[in-house]
């Protein structure tokens, strides 16, 4: 198992030499000279020209601009945003815990129905039940899910009026982040109403960031079921006499699972390219959010560094979803 | 010799084998039909349309749809906020959703194929070089790359299209590398190459057809995908510029009226819900019609 695990961390180091190397080209491929690119229409006096040239070290060559580079990422250095003056990876740290709260519930969700639905589906197979949750699942796979989003807000915040429709709290409650998850900061607050605003404000994001998950669990896990159903010792388990809730619960759903469990993990990618949405309808203070003002703000900085961040997140997730795989089917391992 | 007569039972052609697996689902007919509407609502256009995609009309400005109070039945769908009809607007939109799929797909299915057909046929370093560059480009969100891929390359449809192509590579590099790998070491191909095929017509020829099914799910699925990254690119600013009737663009500049005409906001999204629908559905038939594995269950 360890050497299971050693062997797909030898793998990851190429991809993240890949992905720094990506990260640092960013900068140097903008067409023109990159400093003009990045100070756009504000312009730039001759002294900061020369500051941002050293600060960048676009006056060495190329391979050692790199190699420096390199050096800074281990180091936890990853440049300076140019239009807020802080360190790009402090600015990542305050921002992440909002976005990895929001996937967190989004995940919850999509697991807590996907599941059910897929189970429900394979056994009722072929019935009116199945064909329907499994048109909704496509409908859901299928979804543009600004749109999505947009159309709850409409419906929900504005014609219902049930839910705020931006941010992550509501104005009238401060109190200090402690952990960065405004759900537990609320609580430890002590503030009366500040939970169940936070509670409010976290419910349509999450129903739009777990829209496509939840379809792509929904419909891996009715296949898995399928396969699974067909298997002698789920006829066995059946023959003996055992309760279908038991047959269908326990021995089937354990060995269905392990694909699904895979599909989980994989949707960490899309739960981020969703993030770039959602966090933008609904004005959510996260990295996602913060990517797409930086692209539009040519803070070029942030967007280099926030790139290596996310794809090195996805990366750990993508080996620790191996490694797990590894651990619940042996087959893997070799 | 004596002529050897002809005791072969009579195959059904391919082509009529697929269709039947094809025809089977309900679902995919759906999608098919919906999706022929879809392309002749986009060939006939100019035809169809009731008015001009951006004219505009100063005294109709967030007109409601034609059945609503204070609605007008030359503009079915109502007007934006300059007074253009969204009806108008969609019909011509589809022309470029559908363009936007033909070329991402054109361009990924091509360049992928040919990367996969090298990777599994040469293997050794060559397969491992071009494996870790797919792994990095799938380390990165999807939406994510294409956003900064535009970021340098500058806003716009045509680069937003190239940019989608490039983040869905690796999924036909791979699936074409996984069937080489597979068809390779297989009989009829070994007896090719003793007859002394040449390695271009091994891959091409000899291989290449036979892992096409899988490839051609996946262009599906990059097609209906594709549509959805342009939009939403659209929708952040980054895909079409207006004025151009894009699904994702239209979107993007209805957003600040969704409180005051649903409409404007409504009408895009469904459209793209209902094209991005559709070829699932195909795409889902396709799978089972193609896929032996799927056929017995």
């Given amino acids: ?334 | 010799m004596t002529d050897a007569t002809d005791i072969t039972p009579k195959r059904q052609s391919g082509l009529a084998e697929f269709w039947y697996y094809f025809t089977r689902s309900k679902g995919a007919v759906i999608g098919l039909l919906v999706f022929a509407l879809v392309v002749l609502m986009a060939i006939l256009a100019p035809l169809i349309s009731p008015h001009l995609p951006n004219v505009q009309n100063q005294s109709m400005i967030l007109l409601p749809p034609a059945w609503m109070n204070g609605g007008n039945s030359s503009f079915l769908l109502g007007t934006d906020a300059v007074g253009r009809d969204i009806l108008s607007r969609l019909i011509y939109g589809s022309r470029y959703s559908l363009f936007i799929g033909i070329v991402v797909v054109s361009i990924a299915v091509v360049s992928g194929v040919l990367v996969g057909l090298i990777a599994g046929y040469l293997g050794g370093w060559v397969d491992s070089a071009i494996m870790r560059v797919m792994d990095v480009i799938l380390a990165f969100p999807s939406l994510l790359l294409a956003l900064v891929l535009v970021a340098i390359l500058g806003p716009g449809l045509t680069n937003a299209m190239i940019a989608i192509a490039l983040v869905d590579l690796p999924h036909f590099v791979r699936l074409t590398r996984a069937a080489v790998m597979t068809e390779k070491n297989k009989d009829y191909v070994v007896g090719s190459r003793v007859a002394g095929a040449g390695w271009l017509r091994l891959m091409f020829i000899t291989i290449l057809p036979n892992c096409l099914a899988p490839l051609i799910v996946q262009a599906t699925l990059a097609f209906s995908s594709a549509i959805l990254d342009a939009a939403a690119l659209g929708f952040l600013g980054m895909g079409a510029q207006p004025p151009t009737p894009e699904w994702g663009t239209m979107l993007a500049e209805a957003r600040e009226f969704i409180q005051r005409a649903w409409w404007v906001v409504t009408f895009p999204g469904l459209a793209i819900l209902i094209t991005v629908l559709a070829i699932n559905l195909m795409g889902d038939g396709l799978r089972d019609a193609l896929d032996p594995k799927l056929k017995r269950s």
């Fill in chain 1, 1 to 334: 198992m360890f050497g299971f695990f050693l062997r797909r961390l030898g793998l990851l180091i190429p991809t993240f030499i890949g992905v720094t190397l990506v990260s640092f080209l960013f900068i140097r491929l903008l067409p023109g000279d990159p400093i003009i690119a990045m100070a756009g229409e504000r312009g730039v006096t001759p002294q900061r020209y020369q500051e941002l040239v050293q600060q960048f070290g676009f006056d060495k060559p190329m391979m050692l601009q790199y190699f420096d580079y390199l050096r800074g990422v281990l180091h936890g250095d990853l440049g300076t945003s140019i239009t807020t003056k802080r360190p790009v990876l402090a600015e990542f740290r305050n921002l992440f815990p909002a976005t990895l709260e929001l996937s967190i519930c989004a995940i919850i969700l999509a697991v807590a129905l996907g599941i059910p639905a897929g189970v429900v589906a394979a056994v009722k197979r072929g019935s009116w039940i199945d064909q329907t949750l499994m048109g909704t699942a496509l409908v859901g796979y299928s979804m543009p899910i600004f749109w999505w989003g947009l159309l709850l807000i409409i419906f929900f915040s504005g014609y219902l009026g049930w839910t705020p429709v931006s941010g992550r709290i509501s104005l009238m409650y401060f109190f200090p982040p402690v952990t960065g998850f405004m759900l537990i900061d609320s609580l430890l607050s002590g503030q009366q109403g500040a939970f169940s605003s936070a509670v409010s404000h976290l419910i349509l994001p999450s129903i739009v960031l777990a829209t496509i998950p939840l379809a792509v669990i929904a419909r891996q896990t009715r296949s898995a079921m399928l396969e699974v159903l067909g298997e002698d010792y789920v006829r066995t388990a059946r023959s003996k006499g055992l309760a279908p809730f038991r047959v269908i619960g326990i021995h089937a759903l354990r060995n269905a699972l392990i694909p699904v469990v895979t599909t989980i993990g994989l949707q960490i990618g899309v739960l981020m390219a969703g993030a770039i949405l959602t966090e933008t309808i609904f004005s959510w203070p996260g990295v996602g959010k913060w990517m797409v003002d930086a692209v539009f703000k040519r803070d070029y900085p942030v967007v280099q560094g926030g790139l290596l961040l996310i794809a090195g997140i996805i990366m750990i997730v993508n080996l620790l979803v191996d490694v797990a795989y590894g651990f619940i089917n042996p087959r893997v391992r070799k």
